[in-house]
DNA sequence: GTATATGCAAACAATTTGCACGCCT
DNA sequence: AGGCGTGCAAATTGTTTGCATATAC
């Protein structure tokens, strides 16, 4: 992958941001360090990046977000103020469940808990 | 609710099947009973059925699949055959991590296991 | 009779793509 | 020089909505 100045801010602006961006949220703010990128450009780059590993491409309902943590992890989603908090939940007992009783060979999973964080009590 | 000859049609066609079919394939079977329905009429059907509680509405990606099972459960999907499968997963373990770690409220849990199915051996 | 449902088409939002030009290497 | 990356706009895809007409009750 060549060098492109508009990759790397891109890239930069998710690694700063824990919210899982959007990718217009991006766009608005790779603007303000390159006015006259385009929205096309950003999407490209945000495919890019996540081909190459380097971001991860996540779904809430059905707008794509954005997430520099490639370590595997799971969402907590909160219905209150919208935000999604990354965790690290023990997934063993579910690989194992599914293993034994529908012979199911999992390579990804994917959890993510809705409710309301502690922000709210 | 009032009664809809297309609602019950569209209803039975989501329920006949396991496959959590999108709203464009739910549009093609309609179509065999109703020929001119409008893809628009599906839509709001099935809108109005998840608002209901009568279906429910679940992501692939950015894409919408329609699920007449309601009972809390879980998906297992398919790499090779793309078929989604569901299950039933212990999650009280889940809960009470979350709730003891993140003082997080879990309200809904939502777990897919992506992988192999037992057809591929 | 009145409100809700329909078909149709247009509007929308999110994302992708074709093209001519520009910039890494 | 050669090709990948860009900006722009148009195209796609999935979904929603406005409107006049039709239908349930």
Redesign the interface.
């Known amino acids: 992958m060549r060098y492109s100045h508009q990759r790397e801010i891109i890239s930069e602006i998710v690694h700063s941001t824990n919210s899982h961006p959007t990718a217009d949220w991006v766009y608005g703010e790779v603007r303000r360090y390159i006015p006259n990128i385009s929205l096309g450009t950003v999407y490209r780059n945000l495919k890019q990046l996540t081909d190459e590993g380097i971001i991860r491409t996540i ?1 809430d ?4 977000r954005y997430d520099w943590n490639r370590s595997p992890h799971d969402h ?1 989603k ?2 209150v103020c919208g935000e999604m ?1 990354d ?1 690290q ?2 997934n063993d ?3 194992r ?2 293993k034994d ?18 922000k709210h ?1």
Do not use: Q
């Open positions: 779904y309902g059905a707008v794509a907590l909160c219905n908090i965790v939940l023990p007992g579910l690989r469940t599914v009783e529908y012979d199911f060979e999992v390579s990804d999973v994917e959890i993510t808990l809705v409710g309301k964080c502690n009590a």
